[in-house]
Each structure stands twice: as C-alpha cells, then as structure tokens.
C-alpha cells in the first residue's frame, strides 16, 4: 500500500476499505486479549454499525466511547463512521467533575464503556463492551441491515475533547476530510508501512494515540495497543510485541530509555520512536539513540486544532537540534505578529497554520472559535493562531519556543519556560523538569525529578543559564504528578506552592 497517497476528502472508514482491499488477510489490530486482521476488522465495524443502527443511533449522533486501550476500539471508530455518527472518546479515568461538562456539551445519544462516574452521571443508556459484544460478532457477517444515508466529507467525525485554560473541556470539531487529510500527510512524511508492528501506549482519548488507528491502516502495519501497566514490563512488551515503531511523550520515551540502559539483554528493534504532544528532552533522545542502534527519534509539533502542525523528515532526525521540523505537505505555518502579519526567518511570534488539515473549530463555542480560527485578511482563507510561539528558519524549518502562558517577563529579560526546562534537563541526574513563570505568591521556580539537592540544581542552572533566568527556588520531587494523556501536570505543582511542601 502507498502510504505516501492522499485522501483529501475522504470519510474515515474509507481508510479501513482501502486496506482491507490491500491486505484482507494482515494482521490489523492486536492486544494483551487476541489479535484481529484487516477482514475481521471490517467485518466487525459493520456489526457495530448495524447494532448502533438497532440502539437509535443515527448520522450526527454522538457516541462516548470511554475504554482502556482494546482492540474493539478499532472497530468501533470505524463503524461509528460508517453510520455518519460522531466518535467522542474519553479517557478512563476522566473525573466526575469533567464528565458533567462533557455530558452536558456533547448530549450523547449513547455512551459505551465508562466506570462508575459515568453510570452514576449519565441519562442516555451506558453498554459496556459484555453488554452488546457478542450481538456485534453475531452481526459482524450479515450484509448491511443500516441505511447511514449520505455521509459527506465535510461531516463531523470525531469531537475530541481537550483540557485548556478553562475549568471545562472544549470539544475539537474534527470533520471527516480534515482527519483523513492530516493522517494521510503524516503518513506521507513518516511512512508507516507493512511490516511495522505500531506500539501505542497512549491513550485513545489522546489524539496522537487515536490517529495510530488510521496510519497503521494507511500503512497496512500492525497496531498493537497496550494497556497501562506495570512500568517495568515496558521494555518485555516491545519485545514481544515485535514494535518496530513507537510513539511516545516524554514520561514514556523517559521509561523506556532508563529500561533500556539498566537492561542485560540487547534492546529490541525499534526503528522510529515519534514525539509530540510535548518535547523529547535532548537527553532523552540521545538516550533512546544509544539504546536502540539505528533508531530515528522523529520530532514533531502540533495541537489537536490541526492535528499535526511540521514534522521533522525521519531521515534528518540527527540535524537541526531544536527543530521541530517543517509544515505537513500540503499546508503551511506563517509566524505573525500581534496584528497577524508575517514576519520574516528568524523572528519570534505566534505560529499561525492554514491548510486542510485545519479543523472546524470548537463544538456549541462560536466565541472561542472565533478568536482561534480567524480568516486571512487577504484571501479569506480561515487560519488557526495556536497561541504557542516559534520561528521559522531560512529553509521553512519551525524553532518552537514555547505556548503563550510559557512567555514571559522577569527582571527586564524576556524568556520561556521551555529553555530554562532545556537546562535543567541537561543537568546530570535530572529526569523530567517543569518551570513556573513568576506569579502573585511565588518567584520564578524550577520542579525536578531528580536525586539531586535544590542547591545542586540551582548551582547548575547558574552554570548554564543568564542570572535573570536563573530561578530563584528549585523544588525537588521523586516522581512528577502526570495527566491522563502522560505529560506533566503543571497545574498539580502549582498547588503544591501554594500549599508550602512539595
């Protein structure tokens, strides 16, 4: 299969068509319960269409899908676009508190999987996967008792929701053409293929996680989900699993490097570990180089209103330290300035992204979509303002330095918590680092997870960075707190300031 083709305007399921065309017989989908091919997937998403069908679900409809990391996601995503309802995926531990708003923002017509919040909150029926997964299997081989009606390219697929400034998640309106187009021209830059055994950790709540789903398919791989588990059977579970590439968000790619390195045997054969959803440490990269030879360590940029934003070419993975690549083919990152002009290579301003992979804006939110997708006053085109800031090189390649809260002031010297971050890391025994702007109650301070003293930390940052970027204190914690989707959670160390001990 051609993993470098376009589908422009494409609806989801067409992805699961085309590569059950190219290879019915290949595996598709497998976890720690058994493994599917590519025919029973598309046998099985049609048994989900038709008894989604048969429960009232109709086009437009949304369905919460809230479940660990299970192969029947797979077929779920896919016959939820077969009938034209919208896929709203939910991670597993999502608390009450966010549950609510969802529940209220999204009126689902029917929720599958969830725990006890979700029983306890929800007015529409709840079916956990026992509940209704033999009727699909029994279905999975009859012709097609639905009639979805017209789907069109321009239909919403998937709402993803997102945590963001405000107590309540905002919905990303992800259409059909705008998902199939921002996985196609992934794929065309890394180049899933069908030999590869995709591992994914991540969850599908995450939409780094759900888009493994259609770039395993545009590449005819393997997708192997993994369930969270013990930490220390990471390193086993590639092993076995035959991955031959991984994505990862730095508590993940961190574990695996420390495995890794502490292993006897010789690490598995993992050819391309993927990055986004927050940077890889540079210490971290090396690490993973030296413990996976031959391994390229892809960085990558981008936000859930485009889906992906640049990619570094695998190939280049070892040039241009800092990069974070150049923009997806087919689209295009101009950096404006406050008044939304370009500016030229080389100067800092906020990343502003056009193209098809642009998404519709934010769900029942016309104010806040409206401030985020603002058309080009020139052509009219809409264009996303992601809020984060970067620069772009002479040969297009996108620097990013940091989200508008990650700017700042102090002591006359502007700077970003992302480069204090970058040397605190490089401090030996240094593990993860998160800085906190200055702010009522509290200087500019610097968390480690570390074995090292607060005054060893500070006395490095001294070594390595301008005394007004220097923090004044320096927390030290064993582990970090982490978000469900694995990065760390700022908001969570903030607290702890407030409350004096960390």
């Known amino acids: 299969m051609d993993g470098t083709r376009f589908l422009r305007s494409g609806l989801i399921h067409d992805l699961l068509d085309e590569a059950t065309k190219a290879r019915p017989d290949g595996g598709a989908v497998r976890d720690a319960h058994g493994a599917w091919s590519y025919r029973r997937v598309d046998e099985l998403s049609r048994g989900v269409a038709g008894w989604l069908a048969a429960a009232g679900v109709g086009p437009g409809d949304r369905v919460i899908v809230q479940l660990p990391n299970r192969r029947e996601t797979v077929p779920i995503v896919y016959g939820i676009s077969r009938l ?18 969802v529940l209220d923002d999204a ?11 979700m029983h306890d909150l929800a007015t529409v029926p709840v079916f956990d996967l026992d509940d209704f997964w033999t009727e699909v299997e029994d279905m999975a081989g009859w012709p097609e008792v639905y009639e979805p009606g017209k789907i069109l390219p321009a239909d919403v697929a998937i709402l993803i929701y997102t945590s963001g400034s405000t107590a309540a998640p905002k919905g990303v309106i992800c259409p059909h053409a705008q998902v199939t187009f921002a996985a196609s021209a992934i794929n065309a830059v890394l180049g899933y293929r069908q030999d590869d055994v995709v591992f994914c950790r991540l969850p599908m709540s995450f939409d780094y996680g759900l888009y493994q789903i259609f770039l395993a398919a545009l590449g005819g791989a393997e997708l192997v989900l993994a369930e969270d588990g013990a930490d220390l059977t990471l390193l086993g579970q590639l092993r076995e699993s035959g991955a031959s590439v991984v994505p ?9 490097a420390t495995l890794a390195r502490r292993a006897s045997e010789a690490a598995p054969k993992v050819r391309m570990f993927t990055n986004t959803g927050a940077a890889l440490p540079e210490a971290t990269i090396r690490s993973l180089r030296a413990c996976f030879p031959g391994a390229q360590v892809v960085r990558m940029y981008g936000i859930t209103e485009c889906k ?16 974070v690549g150049r923009p997806l083919p087919g689209t295009r990152v101009v950096i404006a300035d406050t008044a939304g002009r370009p500016l030229p290579a080389g100067e800092t301003g906020e990343i502003v992204v056009a193209g098809p992979h642009v998404m519709a804006g934010y769900w029942r939110d016309p104010e806040l979509t409206a401030r985020a997708y603002r058309p080009d ?16 090189d002479q040969d297009g390649y996108l620097y990013f330095e940091g989200r508008r809260d990650d700017m700042f002031k102090r002591k006359g010297t502007r700077m970003s918590t992302i480069e204090i971050e970058a040397a605190a890391m490089d401090i030996p025994g240094v593990r993860a680092a998160v800085v906190l702007p200055p702010a009522e109650g509290h200087d500019l301070v610097v968390f480690v997870e ?3 003293t607060p005054h060893a930390v500070l006395d490095a940052l001294k070594q390595r960075l301008e005394p007004a970027k220097v923090p004044a204190s320096c927390r030290v914690l064993p582990r970090f707190p982490l978000t469900l989707n694995g990065k760390n959670e700022r908001k969570q160390m903030a607290l702890l300031l407030l409350g004096g001990d960390a």
């Open 107 to 117: 009126e689902p017509t029917l929720i599958i999987g969830g725990g006890e919040a």
């Open 377 to 392: 006053q020139d052509t009219g085109e809409v264009r996303l303002h992601t809020g984060d800031y970067g620069r772009l």
């Open 248 to 256: 990862v968000v730095p508590s993940l790619g961190g574990m695996i």
């Open 84 to 101: 034209g309802a919208v896929f709203v995926p939910l991670h597993p531990e999502m608390k009450a508190f966010h549950l609510r708003s």
């Open 308 to 323: 992906r934003v640049t990619i570094m070419e695998p190939e280049l993975d070892q040039e241009r330290p800092g990069a």
């Open 450 to 452: 570390a074995d090292l």
